[in-house]
Each structure stands twice: as C-alpha cells, then as structure tokens.
C-alpha cells in the first residue's frame, strides 16, 4: 500500500556474477562487445518482501530464492515514491521525482521536465539491442503512448495481447457470473485468449532470448510483470498451496493512534472492485471483515508464487541457452516494503552501467533539468565485490550515514476519493520521508504544484518511528522529539 513509509522497494543484482567475475577477471571493464555482459531487468509489479528469500516463512517462491542465493539481496531497499509510473520514471532515468516532475500518470518527462536518458537509452547508445516486454514503463502519456520509443528500445516494445482483460469481466463469482473482481482466481482455459499477460510475457522474452544468443551485439532484455499488482487474476491452482486455514493476518491491522490522517492511505483502487463494492466497507478506514482480509493475503501469496513461476521459467531459459555466465540479472519492485544496507531504486541506472563496465552517469549538478545524463542515485558496485573498479568517492562507508529518502504526494489533510493517486493540479501536500538504519522520519509539507514547489515552514504533520523498538511503524514518535530540528539537521 503507497505511503510514504512503505516507499520501499529492494532490488537484487548480480546472479551469476562471481562466473562473470572469474570468466572476465573483475578488474578489467568489459570494453569490447566480445566481452560485454548481458543484462536481464526484472520488474515486478506491486512486489513486496513476501518471499522465501526475505524470510517469510509462509510464501512458496523457489525460483526467485533460488536467484537470490547466487545474487546481491539487498535487504532495506526503498523506492522513490510507491506509485507505479512516478516510481519507474524515477529509476529508469535515475532521477529523483522531483526532477523527473511526475507524482501523477500525467505527463512526459522529455516535453515536462527535461530531456533525461533512460538505462536502456544509454545502454542502446553503448552498442547494446536494448528490448522490453511487458510493463516495463507505465503505459500512457508518462512514456509518451510509446514506452518511450524510439528512444530506449532498438525495436518496438512488445505488450501481451490478453493485457486488455485484466481489468474486466473475467472472474468467476460464487454466483456462477464473470465479475470485474478484486480477487480472481481463474482457469486459465476458460479467460479471453485461453492465458495470462504474464505467461506470455515469459513467452515472448524466451524467443527474444533464443534470438539473442547468436547475436554479435550484447542486449539489454527489461521483462515487467503484471503480478502481483490487484486484481489478483492468476491460475487458480496456486490458490491451493495457501489453504485459508493456514494464513494468518497482518500484524498490525488496525490504524495507530498516532497516524497523522493525511499519512492515511485509504486504498480507494481496491474499493472500486466489484467484490469489495458489495463488502459496503466504510470510507476511509474500514476495516476490512477479517475473513476477507485472509482471502486478500491468500490471493496476494498465490499471485506471488504464480510470478515465481515465470520468473523461473525466464531464468530456465537464460541456463538453458548458455546465457547465464555472461548475463547481468537485476530483480525490482516498483513498491514495496523491507528489513544492513541502505540503498534507493534511483541507483540502479549508475549501477548497472558500472557492472557492465559503461562509463558511470556523472553526478548531477543541483538543477540538473538541462542535463541529459548524469545520475543522482549512488553508483553500488562497491557492494559487489568488484574492488578493484573505480571506487565512488560519494558513497559513505559508514551505514550510520546512510539515507534512502521518498515521497508521497496528497491532495488534503485528510484522506478523500483521491488521496492516493492525486492528479498534479490536486496535489496540495507533499511527504518527504527519509529512512536511516535507525528510523524513519517523514514530514508533510505545504506543496505548490504550479511551482513544484515544497514549503518546509509550513508543515501539516510529521512522523517519526524507530526501527528497533517499533518495527512495524505503530508508535508516532513525532510529538515527542524535536522533530523539526532534527530534519533541518538531516535535510542534505
Ligand atoms: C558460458 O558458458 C558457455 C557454455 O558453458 C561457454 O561456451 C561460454 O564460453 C561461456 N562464456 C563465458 C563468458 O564464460
Ligand atoms: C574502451 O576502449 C576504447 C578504445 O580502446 C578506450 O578509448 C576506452 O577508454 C575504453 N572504455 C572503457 C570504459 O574502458
Ligand atoms: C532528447 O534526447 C534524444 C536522445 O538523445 C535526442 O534524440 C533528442 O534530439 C533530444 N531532444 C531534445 C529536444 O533535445
Ligand atoms: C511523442 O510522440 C509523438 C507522437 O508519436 C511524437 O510526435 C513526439 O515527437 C513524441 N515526443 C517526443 C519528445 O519524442
Ligand atoms: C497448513 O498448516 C498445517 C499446520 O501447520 C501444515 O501441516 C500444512 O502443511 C500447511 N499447509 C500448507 C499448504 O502449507
Ligand atoms: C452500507 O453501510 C452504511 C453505513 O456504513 C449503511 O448506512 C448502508 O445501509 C449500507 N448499505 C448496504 C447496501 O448495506
């Protein structure tokens, strides 16, 4: 769910890369296309941490475990702002959303903010066939109706035909109908085209490789899946491996007392849904009936796993054809959630390029809209062990200096019909967050969207939760500190 304090996504690169290291010897920059590494970017859609590899006891994610045991997991990774097309737009130019402009589904970054280079871009630019499948950038006006073509893809992008019926009539209810439901277990033979956009996803991404594998040129593959974002339309059989008896409930499912309302996200995408429509659940805050909230957490698990299917197929493939000493995995969410290191989505452009030994995006200067390439993410190859590279002499050592920082925009005070997804001209309130390994911080400020403008003086709320003795972000701390000093403090 996109709050502020749920900012978070994680990523994990680098499968296979201790071969890579030993074929390519860590030293030398892949230079010559002989010896460039592939790259595969995996996005997932609305993913959180609910995975074997994270610790989670329930969820059934082998394949994704099994990526994770040979690769960078990175366990407190945070995205820039938890909202689908904001939250892309930011990691793939590697820029901040308030440089890339975008909080809403509204506009185009080249014609709106600045004319910034994407990773695909710059690996395109670098001699690579740069290809994406799915829902890689949000589709829309935010990548100009075209995924940004012709400018980050060598040829046009592919999108699954059934992608269409994911929002309509395809779900079978208890009353024998097709519903426009939340949750929607199918068989897959009986919906519109007899499969699922993420199956033929993987579908396509496995031919691409296949032709891949004879090219001169080294590709940059981007592979968006659907799953897990609502509705939770996936092959019914997954729902099997999560008996109801078996799930439990969120931890923490009542709204702390000390929750700022404007910090309150009151999940209006779900209430349109036809089977939530008909629970008659109380504007803004619920609750949810408490057999619902277990089918909710049953259909988002099956979806996971249903995911976990494809992604190992997709990586069958990469080992199959032989690809998989020579290519770069990167695994993301857009969203998500955690629990070492510090890291944001927005250095995943700086990083990528550094592993496949392209030059690294300078700093950006402060502004940088007139800058076509440079980064303001952290290049993290230090984290690999890659030590013999280019060290980034910004990247602090200690983790005590480390910060993530998100944001959320609002339209009010209080939560209403769009306070999750306000349109720019709506938005009235921004909330900056910062994570540190020792808490989070965020304050909700007064926001002039003409301007794109944050006034720090005026504050509308604060909150302020420590890590170790308040892991789930129950208790506000915010009116017992000094808070406004200690963001001035923090504020870079
Ligand atoms: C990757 O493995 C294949 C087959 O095992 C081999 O032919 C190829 O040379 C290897 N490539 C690298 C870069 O190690
Ligand atoms: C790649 O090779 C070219 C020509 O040999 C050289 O000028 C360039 O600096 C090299 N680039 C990297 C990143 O090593
Ligand atoms: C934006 O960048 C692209 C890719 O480098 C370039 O082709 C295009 O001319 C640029 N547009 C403007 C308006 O500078
Ligand atoms: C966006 O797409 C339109 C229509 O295809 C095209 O005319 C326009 O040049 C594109 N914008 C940019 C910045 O490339
Ligand atoms: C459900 O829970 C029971 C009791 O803990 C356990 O024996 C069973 O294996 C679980 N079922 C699944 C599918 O995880
Ligand atoms: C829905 O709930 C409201 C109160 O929250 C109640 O007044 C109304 O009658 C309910 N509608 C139905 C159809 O149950």
Redesign the pocket.
């Known amino acids: 769910m996109p709050t502020p304090g749920s900012g978070r996504g994680f990523i994990w690169l680098g499968l296979v890369l201790s ?2 290291c030993v ?2 010897g860590c030293e030398t920059q892949a230079n010559s296309t002989t010896d460039a590494l592939n790259i595969l970017l995996i996005i997932v859609d609305d993913l959180r941490p609910s995975l074997g590899c994270y610790g989670d006891k329930l969820v059934r994610s082998p394949n994704i475990d099994q990526l994770a045991s040979h690769s960078l997991l990175f366990q407190n990774a945070f995205a820039q702002q938890a909202v689908c097309a904001p939250s892309r737009v930011s990691f793939l130019t590697g820029r901040r959303p308030d440089t890339t402009r975008l909080y809403d589904f509204n506009s185009y970054w080249r014609v709106h903010a600045g004319n910034f280079s994407t990773i695909p871009q710059y690996f395109k630019e670098n001699g690579y066939v740069t290809m994406s499948v799915g829902k890689v950038f949000h589709p829309g006006i935010t990548s100009n109706h075209t995924d940004d073509s012709p400018y980050s893809w060598s040829f046009p992008p592919y999108h699954p035909s059934s992608e269409k019926y994911e929002n309509t009539k395809t779900c079978r209810g208890p009353d024998g109908e097709l519903h426009a439901n939340l949750l929607c277990p199918v068989d897959v033979v009986d919906v519109p085209e007899g499969t699922l956009p993420d199956k033929q996803s993987t579908e396509q991404a496995i031919q691409l490789l296949e032709k891949m594998k004879t090219s001169a040129s080294p590709f940059f593959l981007a592979v968006g899946y659907h799953k897990p974002h609502i509705p939770f339309r996936y092959p019914k059989e997954f729902q099997k491996l999560y008996p109801l008896e078996n799930i439990t409930l969120a931890p923490d499912s009542e709204v702390p007392d000390g929750l700022p309302p404007v910090a309150y996200n009151p999940w209006m995408d779900i209430r349109q849904r036809e089977d939530v429509q008909a629970l008659n659940i109380s504007v803004p805050y619920g609750p949810i009936p408490v057999e619902f909230q277990r089918k909710i957490r049953q259909s988002y698990f099956a979806s996971v796993s249903y995911l976990d299917t494809q992604v190992g197929r997709l990586l069958s493939a990469l080992d199959d054809l ?1 690809l998989a ?2 290519t770069i995995v990167a695994f993301t969410s857009d969203h998500g959630r955690q629990s070492m290191d510090l890291v944001e989505l927005v250095s995943l452009f700086p990083t990528l390029a550094g592993l496949a030994g392209l030059q690294v995006p300078p700093r950006c200067p402060v502004p940088s809209f007139h800058v076509e390439l440079c980064r303001e993410g952290k290049n993290l190859l230090k984290h690999f062990r890659f030590r013999d590279l280019e060290e980034d002499p910004y990247l602090p050592g200690n983790p005590r200096e480390l910060i993530a920082y998100s944001q959320y925009p609002r339209p009010a005070d209080f939560p209403q019909w769009n306070s999750d997804k306000p349109s720019l001209k709506d938005i009235k309130i921004m909330g900056y967050s910062i994570r540190t390994i020792d808490y989070r911080y965020t304050v909700w400020v007064g926001f002039n969207p003409d301007e794109f403008l944050a006034n720090f003086s005026d504050i509308h709320a604060g909150e302020l939760y420590f890590v170790d003795s308040d892991p789930l972000q129950d208790h506000n701390m915010y009116n017992d500190s000094q808070g406004g000093d200690l963001f001035q403090l923090l504020m870079p």
């Open positions: 071969s890579v074929a390519l032989q000493n020579s």
